[in-house]
């Protein structure tokens, strides 16, 4: 890992100048380039997935769905991507990549749909995020979002995970874990 480490702490670079001005939807408007770093450190750490490709797309996996305004500007995006980090990060990238051209209901049904199709990175990728998405909806929900809501999001993120299991148990526990607490907090009668 550490002949590939150069390429992660570029890919890190690279993510926190298009994260910059960003933050994170929860309470506490954390600088959105922590949740990059957490999946990919989840992986590594909890995950002990030491693939070079799967830690930059991870260290990625946001950048194209949330920085960019446009067809013609997330094409230019894509190819930097492509020139800087290769074919490979780039469609473990681009598969874990919503459409935004689409709308919110539509993507979320994308992602149930499309889940079980990934490749292997692209899935263990998929489960870190859902995992730190549930942990931040569960410990810091975004300020508007009612208790309904982030039932129907954790409910939602278990049927995205349903498509992606056997691909990391460590991961899988950590997901039903953090699903767990989460609806002990928010729906207790469950």
Known sequence: MMNQL???LKALEFAAVRHRKQFRKG?????????????A????????????????????????????NGK?????LVDLIRHEFGEEVLSVTLEVTDDKSLGKKERKRLQVEHAPY????????????????????????????????????LDWS????????????KLESLFDQALEEGRSKYSPRR
């Open 118 to 153: 990934l490749s292997v990175k692209a899935r263990k990728l998929k489960l870190a995020d859902k995992i730190m998405n549930v942990k931040d909806v569960t410990s810091n929900p975004p300020r508007r979002w009612p208790l309904a809501r982030i039932i129907r999001y």
């Open 72 to 76: 013609k500007e997330k094409k230019k």
């Open 158 to 169: 278990e049927q995205v995970v349903a498509g992606i299991r056997g691909v990391n148990p």
């Open 27 to 39: 309470r506490d408007k954390s600088p959105y380039i922590n949740h990059p770093i957490q999946v």
């Open 41 to 68: 450190n989840l992986l590594a750490g909890e995950g002990g997935e030491h693939d070079a490709v799967l830690l930059t797309a991870a260290i990625l996996h946001d950048v194209v769905e949330d920085t960019v």
């Open 6 to 8: 150069p390429q992660i």
